[in-house]
């Protein structure tokens, strides 16, 4: 690799403060030391209201999410408590965040998101980009009781090749673990309006391995 070449770490994530800023140290410590790369985090700005200047004029470039609540506000009506209107607006929003992510994710070599920005998997997946999930607490969450068996009949292929993975790549039980979630409904829906494909490793499976699906961060 080139010494001149310049990264571009794109840094997604949504949540309470809590969420937002062990990242945000991550990304903050990374521009400290690569001052020539670029870093983006995209964030809520609320999250990051009294951070100090050292911060702001650190040269990270920040992307604005959409709030939720303004969003809401502008998008439901407040006598509509219907759960298909509440859901069309998270659908909504879902789809204004992953669209920001994805301008911002153009260009770039490396994907950072957290459990509550799962898009950040879609986007690294559709542009080709590695990617990285993290989270600054231990997960507590357990996949449905009915995952598994869903997952078989759906994608006997997939599910295969997961379960009989070797070292060094992805197998079941990091979709266990966490990726679970990569195959809930509303990722799907976000994805067929993103016009992405909406199955993680749909490449892997349609063309499997020897060595079982690999292009999942670890």
Not at 40 to 52: E, M, N, Q, T, W
Not at 78 to 107: I, P, Y
Request: glycine share 6%; charged share 20%; aromatic share 8%.
């Amino acid at each position: 690799m080139s010494k001149q070449q310049r990264l571009r770490l794109v840094f997604m994530c949504k949540g309470t403060r809590g969420d937002v800023l062990p990242l945000l140290s991550i990304a903050l410590s990374y521009k400290l030391q690569h001052g020539g790369d670029e870093v983006v985090f995209a964030c809520v700005p609320l999250v990051l209201k009294g951070l100090s200047p050292q911060v702001v004029d650190s040269g990270l470039e920040f992307v604005p999410l959409p709030e939720p609540q303004e969003f809401e506000q502008a998008n439901i009506s407040a006598n509509d408590l219907h759960q298909d209107a509440r859901t069309a607006c998270n659908d909504a929003l879902l789809q204004r965040e992953a669209s920001v992510c994805m301008e911002a994710a153009k260009g770039s070599n490396l994907i950072v998101f957290n459990l509550f920005t799962l898009e950040g998997y879609f986007i690294a997946q559709h542009l080709n980009v590695p990617c990285i999930a993290a989270s600054p607490f231990v997960l507590m969450k357990s996949p449905p009781p009915s995952f598994e068996d869903k997952l078989k009949d759906a994608h006997p292929v997939l599910y295969s090749l997961l379960k009989l993975a070797g070292p060094g790549v992805v197998s079941y039980k990091e979709v266990d673990h966490w990726m679970w979630r990569l195959f809930l409904d509303d990722y799907g829906r976000l994805c067929e309006r993103l016009g992405i494909p909406s199955l993680p490793f749909a490449c892997c499976a349609a063309t499997p391995g020897p060595g079982g699906p690999s292009s999942l961060p670890p």
